[in-house]
């Protein structure tokens, strides 16, 4: 009898790999002393969701069935004793879920780790601030935190267009680098309005645009979003001696000769250990404060996917990503 008072909310559970998203009436999360209480207002939606819902995301340990999401914004319902920084009403966002065993955004409710979490940028909507924390905390921990990114530096950056790409693009440009960004020609309008001078990947060689933009020299940070022979491109593109190459995809195996010869170094990015360990989890919400300051200066404006979907119509999203027909974030309404 005591259960059928809990307070209830609808959840998307990932039952089983390959599975459709099942929505389903389930208890509402309690809180802990570091936790706030959140309504979710939107969740994006990643292409790591739905590695993990097709059974191929075995790194973010979230094991099935499973409410999936990691990325939100909301406004917070109620906060943990200890939590000093939050207060009942107050808009938040951030990448604080669907991992490492960790509830999903994909729910009307959740209970976050405060640390993960920063305020909500007045001036980006409920969707756009859902769409931007683990793509922009990947490239801020690439940028700033492994390359420190700073003036008159110049930066490529491959896949200047995608998810990670293009806030890359407009953090380094926020930070006062000379940005130069890869793709395809039916993106160029859309890397060129944001700040970057394009290159069209598929006309030039790394050794064509390495002479044209930096005199054979060059670049001073190379970005990879793309991994595999994209980041053996960048071992050849980074400056002789002072070079830094970064990449979130660098999983494959690569010959480091073409970037030891150059003198150059090498970080990789791995965004969900906070999340999946417990450890640096304050830091992302650090990021996340960065993140809305850039926001509310007007110099980062993140690319979302104009249609809309719910809870409801969620495997819709899902089946979009897996077709590669999104163009920018997919982004889930939670709050009708």
């Known amino acids: 009898m005591e259960n059928q008072n809990k307070p ?14 099942t929505l389903t009436e389930v208890e509402r999360p309690v809180l802990s002393d570091n936790q706030v209480l959140v309504r979710i207002a939107a969740s994006g939606v990643s292409v790591l969701d739905n590695k993990i819902r097709t059974g191929k995301g075995g790194h973010a340990k979230q094991p099935l069935p499973a409410i999936l999401g990691m990325d939100f914004a909301g406004v917070i319902e109620a906060v943990g004793a200890a939590v000093t920084r939050f207060k009942a009403g107050d808009e938040v966002y951030g990448l604080a879920g669907g991992i490492g065993g960790l509830q999903g955004t994909y729910a009307q409710y959740a209970a976050f780790d405060a640390d993960l979490l920063a305020v909500k940028p007045a001036k980006l909507s409920m969707r756009q601030s859902a769409s931007m924390p683990l793509n922009f905390i990947t490239a801020w921990e690439g940028l700033v935190d492994r390359a420190n990114v700073h ?22 440009k926020a930070l006062g680098a000379d940005v130069y960004a890869t793709g395809s020609a039916a993106q160029q309008q859309y890397i060129e309005s944001i700040g970057a001078v394009f290159i069209d990947y598929r006309e030039k060689t ?24 994209t980041l053996d491109a960048s071992f050849a593109a980074a400056k002789y001696y002072t070079g830094h190459v970064v990449s979130c995809l ?29 450890r640096g989890r304050k830091h992302h919400g650090e990021i996340m404060q960065a993140a809305t300051k850039l926001a509310e200066a007007g110099k980062i404006v993140p690319l979302v996917d104009e249609r ?26 939670v709050a009708e």
Do not use: C
Request: no cysteine.
């Open 151 to 172: 003036e008159g530096q110049k930066v490529l950056v491959h896949g200047g267009a995608g998810g990670v790409g293009h806030l890359a693009v407009q953090i380094a």
């Open 8 to 21: 209830t909310m609808q959840a998307l559970i990932a039952t089983e790999a390959n599975a459709p998203f």
């Open 308 to 333: 809309s979907f719910t809870l409801a119509t969620a495997n819709e999203a899902h089946d979009i990503l897996e077709n590669g027909k999104a163009n920018g974030k997919l982004v889930i309404d």
């Open 206 to 229: 790394v050794e064509q645009y390495v002479n044209e933009y930096t005199g054979g020299e060059g670049f001073d940070i190379v970005y990879d979003t793309l991994g595999g022979a």
């Open 250 to 278: 660098g999983w494959g195996e690569h010959k480091l000769a073409p970037l030891s010869f150059r003198g150059a170094t090498y970080s990789g990015v791995f965004t969900l250990m906070p999340m999946i360990s417990g």
